[in-house]
Structure formats: structure tokens, C-alpha cells
């Protein structure tokens, strides 16, 4: 079963920091294009940012409320995918998603792990 | 990148039809095929219901049909089901990275 599973979600302070992981299974991690997406509490969805596989480049695109804050990574020996946030503001709180970039769509997407940032 | 403009809700009774529209750019929609459409029920995660404007993927039933005609794109549900009561997004790429529409609540009477 294709499956993809996201956590490190929590609360924190707002100007702090946290990493979410996202493990992959079923799929051939190796070739995937990852990306991470978001959705505040009521709102709709948004770009988070992406990154390649890395026979493609392994380079990442980010949306631009988060370029220079967020980072993304993969380690495909572990069937990972990371994102590294950082000087979080209020505005970041949401659930933030894992899923499988396919032939212009979003085709497997994780359950979700919730981003709290709140003083 | 701005999000594509959607109606905030639709709505049919069971049977019918309901076609939603996703309004882009040249930059987006009007200027790439990759325009997709997700549908999300109450907390849960979306589900991909259409891929390159028109492609269903496996286990999508075909009462869901997608089109694009400049830089508009639309959804059509047909033989509405309770089922199909959710939010539903459309997505575009922009040459990088992808946009959202900005959602349409339906419901079915």
C-alpha cells in the first residue's frame, strides 16, 4: 500500500523553530517529486514548496511567504522527506501535508500534521 | 502568485449536475495543461479527482469530468451523489511551483 505518513507537527512560539518528517512507503521514493502543503484552519490550500527527485536535480522551489524561513530536504536511504521551518509566525499555523507530485497533479497525500504557532 | 478564483459553493440535488469554474491567468491555467482538481471532506486530506484537465485517475468515477477553455477551468459532477458533498480545489502549474483555486463548498440539497 502507497502510504505516506507526516509528523513533528506541535505548538510553538512564535520566531521559533520545527522540523516535520514525512516517511514514504510503497512508492519508489527515489524518483518522486515531493512537495508540502498547507492549509490554515478554515482556509484553503496552499504551495508550500517542492523538491525534486534527485535524477532530476534534487532541487527545491519555494512559495513566497515561507522562502528564506522554510527548507526542505530529502533522504532517500530512509524514504524521508523533511521540512525545516524557522522564524515561525502566527501565519504558519496550519495543517501541513506530504504528497507525491504526478503528471501535474497531486496524486498521494499524507494524513497531515498540525502546526500550532501561538504565544 | 495569486490563487485561482473559484465560486464559494454550488450546489445540486441528487442526480443532477453541477459544474464548478476555476478563473486563472496566462501565467496558469490559460497557459499550461496541468490543471488538476481535489476533493476534501471535513478533516480529512485531499484526494486527487482530476489530473491534466481532463484525466480521471484510477478509481475516480466517471461522473467527474474536467475541461479548460482559456484560462478558465471547470469541473463538472454529474448524477450528483450525497457523497459527493465536500469542498473541491482546483490546482495549475506556473511554471515552478503550483497555485490553488481558492475552494468551492458543495452541496448536495
Known amino acids: 500500500e502507497v502510504q505516506l505518513v507526516e509528523s513533528g507537527g506541535g505548538l510553538v512560539k512564535p520566531g521559533g523553530s520545527l522540523r516535520l518528517s514525512c516517511a514514504a512507503s510503497g512508492l519508489t521514493f527515489t524518483k518522486a517529486w515531493m512537495t508540502w502543503v498547507r492549509q490554515a484552519p478554515g482556509k484553503g490550500l496552499e504551495c508550500v514548496g517542492r523538491i525534486k527527485a534527485k535524477v532530476h536535480g534534487g532541487t527545491t522551489d519555494y512559495g513566497a511567504p515561507v522562502k528564506g524561513r522554510f527548507t526542505i530536504s530529502r533522504d532517500d536511504s530512509k524514504d524521508a522527506l523533511y521540512l525545516e521551518m524557522s522564524s515561525l509566525k502566527i501565519e504558519d499555523t496550519a495543517m501541513y501535508y506530504c504528497?507525491?507530485?504526478?503528471?501535474?497533479?497531486?496524486?498521494?497525500w499524507g494524513q497531515g500534521t498540525l502546526v500550532t504557532v501561538s504565544s | 502568485q495569486s490563487a485561482l478564483t473559484q465560486p464559494p459553493s454550488a450546489s445540486g440535488s441528487p442526480g443532477q449536475s453541477v459544474t464548478i469554474s476555476c478563473t486563472g491567468t496566462?501565467?496558469?491555467?490559460?497557459?499550461?495543461?496541468?490543471v488538476s482538481w481535489y476533493q476534501q471532506h471535513p478533516g480529512k486530506a485531499p484526494k486527487l479527482m482530476i489530473s491534466e484537465v481532463s484525466k480521471r485517475p484510477s478509481g475516480v468515477p466517471d461522473r467527474f469530468s474536467g475541461s479548460k477553455s482559456g484560462n478558465t477551468a471547470s469541473l463538472t459532477v454529474s448524477g450528483l451523489q450525497a457523497e459527493d458533498e465536500a469542498d473541491y480545489y482546483c490546482?495549475?502549474?506556473?511554471?515552478?511551483?503550483?497555485?490553488f483555486g481558492t475552494g468551492t463548498k458543495v452541496t448536495v440539497l
Open positions: 496566462r501565467s496558469d491555467v490559460g497557459g499550461y495543461n496541468y
Open positions: 490546482s495549475s502549474y506556473t511554471g515552478s511551483l503550483y497555485v
Open positions: 504528497t507525491t507530485e504526478n503528471m501535474g497533479g497531486f496524486d498521494i
